[in-house]
């Protein structure tokens, strides 16, 4: 992994639901070093060098329905 890390998040579309472990593996083949797989969601996450990766991810693997950079929120509180 190169210093210019991305989080991201990847949805899988209901028909590829039961192939969720094939897809985590193709997408290790790529570059993506995957940290969870929520299976009763659809959804992968974890860490990949390029925004590139993800139009490739979603051109090169059936079944990735969305892939995006995971978004963090903060919130300040007044006491």
Same mark, same amino acid.
Request: charged share 30%; hydrophobic share 35%.
């Given at each position: 992994?190169?210093?210019? $890390?991305?989080?991201?998040?990847? =949805? %899988?579309?209901?028909?590829?639901? #039961? !192939?969720?472990?094939? *897809? %985590? $593996?193709?997408? &290790?083949?790529?570059?993506?070093?995957? &940290?969870? %797989?929520? @299976?009763?969601t659809?959804? *992968? =996450?974890?860490?990949? #060098?390029?925004?590139?990766?993800? !139009?490739e991810? $979603?051109?090169? /693997?059936?079944? /990735? @329905? &969305?892939?995006?950079?995971e978004? =963090?929120?903060?919130?300040?509180? =007044? %006491?």
């Open positions: 992994m190169g210093p210019n $890390k991305i989080h991201f998040v990847a =949805s %899988v579309d209901d028909e590829h639901l #039961d !192939q969720i472990n094939e *897809i %985590v $593996k193709k997408m &290790e083949g790529i570059g993506f070093y995957i &940290e969870k %797989v929520r @299976k009763i659809g959804t *992968i =996450s974890g860490i990949v #060098d390029s925004v590139n990766s993800f !139009q991810a $979603k051109a090169r /693997i059936k079944g /990735i @329905k &969305e892939i995006d950079s978004r =963090s929120y903060t919130t300040q509180i =007044s %006491v």
